[in-house]
């Protein structure tokens, strides 16, 4: 079985390609090439490789995107990758976002293009106002900053995020159907917040706060106002309440709808207040994976990872009791 070493070899091998041969090849200069998924995160579990490797590059322009998407770019890439890696790379799939393959078979591989983006603000600025269809179509964008917050978690926590990776796989394995299967990032984000609710970091502890939460699901309220992105994006009525006469200048209000001068930022926005229950992207305000984070699992469902979601909880509600935070990943 290969290690989780052998597997971060294969793709830095893969990302030294990229930036070596792919604009002679198809004209799209790398700009930063992101490993996200549980390679990139550092939660990847032996023998379940999966890796979401965004590649940013200026030569993709977002308004094209959005016209016509980035179809015609993957088509390039897999010309690309059947040329320069002829015995490691293995088509897969080709889905609306990703070029799906085999990496020296072992590692399961979605490639995604994006524009790139310096800083969140902009590309958030860029979110804004767009329909949920259009906002799918840059879930990939927020990867760079997703994974600097994985990377800055402690190693423990890492450690309990693993270990409840390896648990989900027993009850919803991933090579059958599964309804109400959770997708990693949802139990990543749970067991961070878990942990940083614990007061005492026991196990103990950090276990009871995550049942809580679940069982609890229906008035979950997450997000790291310190993440990557401005938090009032995504205000609750209170929160936006607090901020105006200080930040915020209510310039009209219609049908639950305000329209408000934001000092900070120096422009009108629309504000809609965020709904209750809410487990917010820590890299994208647009993104409640409440709701992305959660579906069902079809082990042929070429959307993969990027499937928008059901946020039917009752599956994880009825099974999280079996969960043993201190039992070690290799029990399960």
């Known amino acids: 079985m290969a290690t989780i070493n052998d597997a971060n070899r294969h793709v830095d091998e893969l990302v030294r390609i990229f930036h070596q041969y792919l604009k002679e ?51 390039r890439l897999d010309v690309f990758l059947r040329r320069r890696l002829p015995e490691a790379y293995v088509y897969v799939n080709k889905t609306s976002f990703s070029l ?39 879930s990939c964008s927020a990867a760079k900053w997703q994974v600097k917050f994985f ?72 997000k790291w106002n310190d993440g990557y992105y401005d938090w009032t994006y995504r205000l609750t009525h209170e929160e936006f309440q607090s901020l105006l006469g200080n930040r915020f200048t209510l310039i009209s209000s219609s049908n639950g709808v305000d329209v408000v001068y934001d000092k900070k930022q120096q422009r009108e926005r629309t504000y809609t207040p965020a709904e209750v229950p809410s487990i917010l992207d820590v890299a994208n305000p647009f993104n409640d994976v409440y709701v992305s984070g959660i579906g069902n699992y079809h082990c042929k469902d070429p959307q993969g990872s990027f499937h928008p979601g059901t946020g039917k909880w009752s599956p994880l509600v009825g099974k999280i009791d079996t969960f043993s935070l201190s039992k070690p990943l290799e029990y399960y």
């Open 100 to 138: 799906q393959f085999k990496l020296n078979g072992v590692i399961d591989v979605d490639l995604l293009p994006s524009p790139y983006w310096e800083d969140p603000d902009p590309f958030h600025r860029f979110l804004e106002g767009k329909d949920k269809k259009d906002k799918m179509k840059f």
């Open 151 to 222: 990377k800055e978690q402690p190693n423990e926590v890492k450690e309990y995020i693993k270990r409840f990776k390896a648990w989900r796989n027993l009850h919803w394995p991933k090579g059958q159907d599964a309804v109400g299967r959770p997708k990693s990032y949802l139990l990543g984000l749970l067991m961070i917040k878990a942990y940083e609710k614990s007061k005492d970091k026991s196990i103990q502890s950090i276990e009871r706060e995550l049942k809580s939460m679940i069982h609890n699901h229906e008035k979950i309220n997450i």
């Open 25 to 75: 090849d198809t004209r799209l200069t790398p700009a930063e090439i992101i490993k996200g998924g549980s390679l990139g995160h550092g939660t990847a579990i032996p023998g379940d490789f999966d890796l979401d490797l965004v590649l940013y590059s200026r030569d993709i322009d977002p308004e094209v995107v959005l016209e016509i998407g980035v179809d015609n770019i993957l088509d």
